[in-house]
């Protein structure tokens, strides 16, 4: 029996089973990236050690570094140095972000296996972050594309406000499914729905869904605490693939209000907790979520990192 989904008496979707012991979720671990990009600048050695942890872990899709401008983002300085550092596990992928064709370009150079690229639902956000219209970024996301295409690299397009623009409000579900489907036709190979502000929830998750159906990504923001709620919904809705950040690290430094991510320990340990598999090993997470607070300098904001696992039982006084 496969996932399903029932209407509800609103006309959205409603979760119909739970997900089945054995399958398989896919994570993308962006931490390094995403997690490491608001904060003060780590050095590339320290990064490169976050980066091997996770492998240690588990982890097998790691968006270890982003090609974009050093001036705009300087805990991303370097990326070349970190990617050819790093310790990759044979049967592992390495992601890096573009913000445009010269790091696109940049980025093949080196040993990848994934580009993203960012490309806002909201009109007004997109022109604040990279000072284009949508129209204008979906022409370089197609020459992106072209370019990954013919060096044999697939392009997974995430796809920034999904849920509610801070400079907009809300946005309709189907008009951000139509953005989609035209990156797909722009020769992407995949489209991932972010919640950069954490405007979503369950519901508005749904009404998405219904759009674009499960074939889709998500990447889910902790920023009025329900990242794991969300994540939840979407996989009783039969999504399979999520971002996620050890420790619950990240934001978008040019989103006001943007709070970290869904932490990839916390999600880790409920889907095992109902057999869904990833290949991550939980405690070794968040022994790698312990060297990204040392790398920050500051505690990281995930409640499992501080507290383990349910499995994890500490003696309690009666």
């Given at each position: 029996m496969g996932i399903g989904h029932a209407r509800g008496h609103d006309g959205a979707m409603t979760p119909e089973v739970l997900p089945r012991r054995g399958e398989r979720v896919h994570v993308r671990e962006v931490g390094p990236r995403d997690g490491l990009q608001p904060e003060r600048p780590v050095p590339v050695d320290e990064r490169v050690r976050l980066v091997d942890a996770l492998f240690a872990a588990g982890v097998r899709n790691i968006e270890a570094a982003s090609f974009v401008s050093p001036r705009a983002v300087p805990a991303m300085?370097?990326?070349?140095?970190?990617?050819?550092?790093?310790?990759?596990p044979d049967d592992a992928q390495v992601?890096?972000?573009?913000?445009?064709?010269?790091?696109?370009?940049?980025?093949?150079?080196?040993?990848?296996d994934e580009l993203t690229l960012t490309i806002s639902a909201s009109e007004a956000y997109n022109r604040h972050n990279v000072n284009r219209s949508i129209a204008e970024s979906l022409d370089a996301v197609g020459a992106i594309t072209r370019l990954a295409t013919a060096a044999g690299v697939p392009v997974d397009a995430v796809v920034s406000c999904a849920f509610g623009s801070p400079f907009e409000g809300d946005l309709a579900p189907a008009?951000?499914?139509?953005l989609g489907d035209r990156l797909l036709d722009q020769?992407?190979?995949a489209v991932t729905y972010a919640d950069t502000t954490g405007m979503a929830t369950p519901r508005r998750i749904a009404e998405l869904i219904d759009e674009t159906g499960h074939a889709i990504?998500?990447?889910l923001h902790q920023t009025r605490g329900t990242a794991l709620l969300n994540a939840w919904t979407a996989l009783q809705l039969g999504v399979r693939r999520f971002d996620t950040s050890v420790g619950g690290l990240g934001g978008s430094p040019f989103a006001p209000g943007a709070a970290g991510n869904l932490a990839t320990e916390e999600f880790v340990a409920v889907l095992d907790d109902v057999g869904v598999v990833t290949g991550i090993d939980v405690d070794a997470v968040i022994d790698a979520a312990g060297i990204a607070a040392e790398l920050v300098g500051h505690d990281v904001p995930s409640t499992v990192a501080a507290v383990g696992p349910r499995d994890r039982l500490v003696t309690v006084m009666e």
């Open positions: 300085a370097d990326p070349a140095a970190v990617l050819a550092a790093i310790d990759r992601t890096v972000l573009v913000p445009n064709l010269r790091g696109a370009q940049d980025a093949l150079e080196c040993a990848i008009d951000v499914a139509t020769g992407c190979s990504g998500l990447h």
